[in-house]
């Protein structure tokens, strides 16, 4: 084959002391009105005293065609007399190399409930993972994303006894609300109360907790609260972290009468965010994690204010929510015509602004980025299917008071069991289309750990937690997890060797960068095939995928344009009359 093209990249845009003190001091005004002037005055010695070093390369690409990430807990390999994050770092360098970029560390840190997203201690290491020599380790050789748990803490914090003494600083993190205040209006992600009734010195408090009655919502009014996470993400960006997830980001910000979910005031808390890490660390991504429907979670990439002649000024990235369950729905059903109308309508993104491809991770599969997609039976009767398969279904409350379903809680291996018709032969084949689909699309894929493995519904795990959310959350014994690796005609093996080859072809073609443009080609309902490209050389990528259990005529126009180079089978193409079950192809044509 000729040599790849380069692909023009996003660059970081730094920004200048100047600039910065503009920005944050709009933003700043925004969120605390007369206050402005001295919380900015305390943001520049907070910056001034604990900002990282700058890096080398301000104006490095943001990203490129060989990112991909791992997402994995501390402790999902475990390895006798050992921390579980050495045996994480050992096991990408020995079984991984180079296939992953970067890697996503959930939360690592000392936690009560949640599987650490209820941290009791933001600048630790929990004792049973590792330390920071650890952590840094990771970062060494990968992108590390770190997760600002910023929308609630854990009652067994520092913070929360502060409040039940009423000592500073914590006694005045927290949201106490009169139990008669009407709150019908708010948007809930669960089904628990919202308001936690909280014996203290003053008496019994009603506190805001949007989760659950451990994870106590923080007061981000409060700009000393602001100011302290702002001072935990400088310390994350300084232990390596490049890429920073911003956890419930949509919950944030609180106004009695209103939904409490997206407000404006949260946006600007991210742009504020963005403008630091601008300022301090240009490069470090702002990555949000907004469960929710499509159009409110495309809204924090700001392209409302890029279309008013704004550069973009929020998050870098945001994850594609709506992909698994369309993924989901796409595999089970056998149409392809729901997935393709939602990629269809994504917009085009400017410089400096991608998505995050996924189709399994430590949450369930949602099912509110459904809304507007799927009409409610084929919802119910995807439900239905995934119970068959093992899983579970989470609820939330609604505004009404009653009950909807929130998110699939099942692994994506297990869910790919089979159609609607029931269990097949075909698990591993559909299993590896819908991997291969997500790995094609615009923007940075990112695998869970549990993904890679193809691994089992946990329900032991679901028993001894109580939690929905375990069954996704297995902890392997390395010892374990190498011998089904190792052993032949395992499903463990044959997921992994295609997944690492396919990352492998993935990370080597620039038609993959996260910049290229994507379009959808018309196809019968049963293929789903895309353009990637052309770049500016005229290079172009096409991949196109079976979605069904059986074969498929393959007469797409654009094929008879010219030769085409096979990458996954690395040979010329050799055109065939029909496709596969559940087979897909990545064909390259170079100008």
Known sequence: MPDLPTFTPSVATPLDAEAFRRRAHGHLVFLYGPRADEVLRRLLTLLAHQS?????TPDAPLWSERDQ??????????????????????????????TFSGVHLLPFFPWSSDDGFSVIHYREVADDLGDWSHVRALAGRHDLAVDLVLNHVSRESLWFVDY???????????????????LSAVVRPRSSPLLVAVPTRRGTRHLWATFSEDQIDLDFA?????????????????QGARVIRLDAIAYLWKVVGTPCIHLPQTHEVVRLLRAVVDHVAPGTLLLTETNVPHRENLSYLGLDRVADEHLPDEAHLVYQFPLPPLLLHTLTSGEAGTLAAWLKSLP??????????????????????????????????????????????????????????????????????????????????????????????????????????????????????GRLRSINRRRWHRDELELLLDSPDTPTRMVFEALTRRLAVRRREPCFHPDASQRVLETPRELLALE??????????LAIHNVT???????LPALAEGDWFDLLEEAPWAPVASLAPYRCLWLVQAP
């Open 164 to 182: 039940l003494t009423g000592s500073h600083p914590g006694r005045d993190y927290f949201i106490e609300m009169d139990p008669e205040t009407d």
């Open 532 to 541: 990637r490209g052309p770049l500016p050389d005229g290079r172009r990528l």
């Open 549 to 555: 259990d059986a074969p498929q005529p393959l007469a």
């Open 69 to 98: 990430w791992l997402i994995s807990y501390g402790d999902s390999l475990l390895e006798e007399s050992r921390a579980p994050l050495a045996v994480l770092d050992d096991f990408l360098e020995t079984r991984l190399g180079d």
């Open 222 to 238: 409060n700009p000393d609260v602001l100011l302290e996470f702002i001072g935990i993400l400088l310390f994350y960006l300084g």
């Open 348 to 465: 085009s993104l400017p410089p400096g602004c991608s998505f995050l491809n996924f189709t399994a991770s430590h949450d369930g599969i949602g099912v509110r980025p459904l809304e507007g997609w799927l009409p409610p039976h084929e919802i119910e009767a995807l439900l239905e299917l995934m119970h068959r398969f093992g899983g579970f279904v989470s609820m939330r409350t609604r505004n009404d008071g009653s009950d909807s379903p929130y998110e699939i809680n099942i692994t994506w291996f297990d869910a790919m069991k089979g159609t609607r018709r029931g269990p097949d032969p075909w698990q591993v084949q559909r299993f590896l289309c819908g991997q291969q689909l997500m790995l094609g699309l615009q923007g940075i894929p990112a695998l869970y750990l549990h993904v890679l493995t193809g691994t089992l519904n946990d329900l032991e795990g679901v028993e001894r937690s």
């Open 52 to 56: 990282p070093p700058l890096p080398d």
